[in-house]
């Protein structure tokens, strides 16, 4: 089984950035599609941001213009790198691979956005 770890989280001001990264167990994380979702206090889970595992990236438009996906596949490795952030990006941010079968979700790393 694929074990997720996020880190990079924490406490920024509006305007601030942060560069999350998700490290996966495993060989076949090069073969997978990666994503980034996030789970805001009382709302669903959200998808954010996308990359193939050619490397082609697609966003949701909350972010779309303010977050950079990218991937090492040497280290097994996804990264979120988000700038020009708002209060509403305050959430915990979790990677997981694209596939409807979803690895186990990791704990996930906290981003507060103060205003």
């Known amino acids: 089984q694929v074990q997720l770890v996020e880190s990079g989280g924490g406490l920024v001001q509006a305007g601030g950035s942060l560069r999350l990264s998700c490290a996966a167990s495993?060989?076949?994380?090069?073969?997978?599609?990666m994503g980034w979702y996030r789970q805001a206090p009382g709302k669903q889970h959200e998808w954010v941001a996308a990359i193939t595992s050619g490397g082609s990236t697609n966003y949701a438009d909350s972010v779309k213009g303010r977050f950079t996906i990218s991937r090492d596949n040497a280290k097994n490795t996804v990264y979120l790198q988000m700038n020009s952030l708002k209060p509403e990006d305050t959430a915990v941010y979790y990677c997981?691979?694209?596939?409807?079968?979803?690895?186990?979700w990791g704990r996930g790393t906290q981003v507060t956005v103060s205003s």
């Open positions: 495993g060989s076949i994380f090069s073969i997978k599609g």
């Open positions: 997981n691979t694209l596939s409807r079968d979803k690895w186990a």
